[in-house]
Structures are given as structure tokens and as C-alpha cells.
């Protein structure tokens, strides 16, 4: 059960263009979005993030909209580098207290989106 | 600050061997997650500890087992290897919190193939 989709396995974009990256979700518990940068040979690298209580968050050249009716969030590149060619996952999680008090911090992952920018 | 670091980098078991995988966490971090990404997938949560227990576990059988050291250090053992247990191990460190997501942090992994 794939709880977070990305359907798109892969994407090339002009250097200077906006890469616009996709994601849909399954589960209403989720309350919280990250995306997640992933370079080969390292570990993914936290990019950006939005609570369901926003529908868009700003990080400089990188945007998060969130569209809760339709579980679907995206992330918006511009002006897309090629330093931002790697590998992007979608990720969510449900912060609920836990039973033993604390929050969950359980990522459930999409598949990634390899995208690649062209000089 | 080192940040997550973890070993060894890779690692080529038979299967039916165990293994054993560690990471340390960001310092000041107390909470260790470990992850499994399989080749063209994304990573797949397989368990957490804080204050050295197990307090969340993903869909992984009980070959799976981890620990957690008091100076917040982990392990993750596999049993009985599978072919299908090749994959990038990954682990994320992060802070305890209550009712609020707090950043994790990822290693750089441990590549295991299972021959």
C-alpha cells in the first residue's frame, strides 16, 4: 500500500526554467510534507517542509504548495540550477503524540523524482 | 559536528549470515530511526529508539533488531539474510518531541549486498 505516490520517475528542465515536482498522499492522518534532496553516495537532505495548516511555504528559490482536498502537494524550483540535479523524495508523517509521549517522527516515503537540469 | 555517521560503508554478506550495522547520531540528538532503501525505491522506515527502546517499528519481520547505547549510538542487526535484504541502510537522527515534527537528520548509509 503506497501511502505516498510520486508518478513521476524522472524529469529533465532547462537551466533557468522552473522544475515543478509532484506528490499525492493516501492517508487524511498525515499532517505534515517534507522534501527530502538525495545526491548518490549520500544521505537524503532535508530541502524543505509545510504543516497542513499552511498551503504554501517559501525557501528562497524553493516552494511547497500543499492542496489538502486533493492530497496532493508539490514542489516548485526556481530558477532551476544544475546543482539541483539529484534524486527528490516525498515524505509525510502524522505528529499525534505517541503513546510513550513523545511525537512520531515515522517518514513514510514516495519512490523520488530524478531530476535533471540541463545548461 | 560530524553530523550522522555511519558503518561500515558497504558490506557483502551470503545468505543466512547476519549482520550488524551502526550509526551515531548528531550530537545532541537522542532519537535514532533506521531506514531501508531498496534500488529504486524510497526509503522505508523500519524502526525508532529513544532512551535506548524500541518505540516504533515499520512492516519489517522480527529478523530485524536494532539497540540503542546510553550515549544514544546504534545498532541495527539483520538475521538470516535474504537476497532481498540488499539495500542502502539508512539511519536519521533527531530530537525527542512532543506533538511537533522534529528534523531528522540522515547518514550517508551502509550499502549491504546479500549474494
Known amino acids: 500500500d503506497q501511502q505516498v505516490k510520486q508518478n513521476s520517475p524522472s524529469l529533465s528542465v532547462q537551466e533557468g526554467r522552473i522544475s515543478i515536482l509532484n506528490c499525492d498522499y493516501t492517508?487524511?492522518?498525515?499532517?505534515?510534507f517534507l522534501w527530502y534532496k538525495k545526491y548518490p553516495a549520500e544521505g537524503p537532505t532535508f530541502l524543505i517542509s509545510?504543516?497542513?495548516?499552511?498551503d504554501k511555504n517559501e525557501d528562497g528559490r524553493f516552494t511547497v504548495f500543499l492542496n489538502k482536498s486533493a492530497k496532493h502537494l508539490s514542489l516548485h524550483i526556481v530558477p532551476s540550477q544544475p546543482g539541483d540535479s539529484a534524486v527528490y523524495f516525498c515524505?509525510?508523517?502524522?505528529?499525534?503524540?505517541?503513546?510513550?509521549?513523545?511525537?512520531?517522527?515515522?517518514?513514510?516515503f514516495g519512490t523520488g523524482t530524478l531530476l535533471a537540469v540541463q545548461p | 559536528d560530524a553530523g550522522v555517521t555511519q558503518s561500515p560503508t558497504h558490506l557483502i554478506k551470503t545468505r543466512g549470515q547476519q549482520v550488524t550495522l551502526r550509526c551515531s547520531p548528531k550530537s545532541g540528538h537522542d532519537t535514532v530511526s533506521w531506514y531501508q532503501q531498496a534500488l529504486g525505491q524510497g526509503p522505508q522506515f523500519i524502526f525508532q529508539y529513544y532512551e535506548e527502546e524500541e518505540r516504533q517499528r515499520g512492516n519489517f519481520p522480527d529478523r530485524f533488531s536494532g539497540h540503542q547505547f546510553p550515549n544514544y549510538s546504534s545498532e541495527l542487526n539483520v538475521n538470516a539474510l535474504l537476497l532481498g535484504d540488499s539495500a542502502l541502510y539508512l539511519c536519521a537522527s533527531s530530537l525527542y518531541g512532543i506533538s511537533t515534527y522534529n528534523e531528522q537528520f540522515f547518514g550517508p548509509g551502509t550499502r549491504l549486498t546479500v549474494l
Open positions: 515524505a509525510a508523517t502524522g505528529t499525534a503524540k505517541m503513546n510513550y509521549g513523545g511525537a512520531t517522527n515515522k517518514l513514510i
Open positions: 492517508n487524511s492522518m498525515f499532517d505534515y
Open positions: 509545510i504543516s497542513s495548516i499552511k
